[in-house]
């Protein structure tokens, strides 16, 4: 994996591209020889943003089978055709990264290589179920504001791992865990609902 190019930088190169909508093979090919550890960013990113459905669904969706890759070593990322054809509006990408570059461009001044341990075989295979965890929580998520605080871990964590930083990606993990949290008791609030309503008749 090369690390010349900051994250913020080949972000913002993504979001000049051409065109009314950009495709997943498009993401894929910016990306590069460090594919794995941005689309982690990428794919988080629209989810810092109250985004309406099927956003954090596609995105979770998409994350699941990176995360699963990762999992179980793989060193490129393999996506299926069709996927690799489905598209997003140029105009959701280019605000989410006009959103994001300021905060990464801040991240990226303070972060440094550290906490190597993630930057291992078994390092990175945990990162790898640790993000699945991650891209179920996001597919569940509470519509609308149930996504951010996933969509901001999933950014630190692949932020993490492209600037070997592990403490970043340690803030993110902690972020997701909050994430995950404030999810599962929205999801058990819906479960207490419905089973009420049952009840009363």
Not at 14 to 34: K, N, P, W, Y
Not at 73 to 91: D, E, F, N, Y
Not at 128 to 150: F, H, N
Request: positive net charge; contains cysteine.
């Amino acid at each position: 994996m090369s690390y010349g190019a900051r994250t913020s930088d080949v972000l913002t190169v993504l979001a000049s591209q051409e065109g009314e909508r950009l495709t997943v093979a498009d993401i894929v090919a910016v990306l590069r020889d460090r594919a794995f550890a941005l689309l982690v960013v990428l794919l988080g990113l629209p989810n810092c943003l109250p985004m309406p459905p099927p956003i954090p669904l596609v995105c979770g969706l998409l994350l699941l089978l990176v995360a699963i890759q990762i999992a179980v070593g793989m060193s490129a990322p393999w996506l299926p055709r069709r996927l690799l054809g489905q598209s997003i509006k140029q105009s959701d990408v280019q605000r989410a990264v006009k959103r994001a570059v300021p905060v990464l461009r801040q991240l990226e001044r303070w972060s440094r290589p550290r906490l190597s341990v993630f930057e291992t075989a078994i390092g990175m295979r945990g990162m790898g179920v640790a993000l699945l965890a991650l891209a179920l929580a996001l597919i569940v998520a509470a519509p609308l504001i149930g996504q951010i605080p996933l969509g901001l871990a999933v950014c630190l964590v692949g932020l993490g791992l492209v600037e070997r930083d592990g403490i970043v990606v340690l803030v993110g993990l902690g972020i997701g865990l909050f994430g995950v949290a404030i999810n599962a008791g929205f999801a058990y609030a819906v479960v207490s609902g419905v089973a009420g309503l049952l009840h009363l008749y």
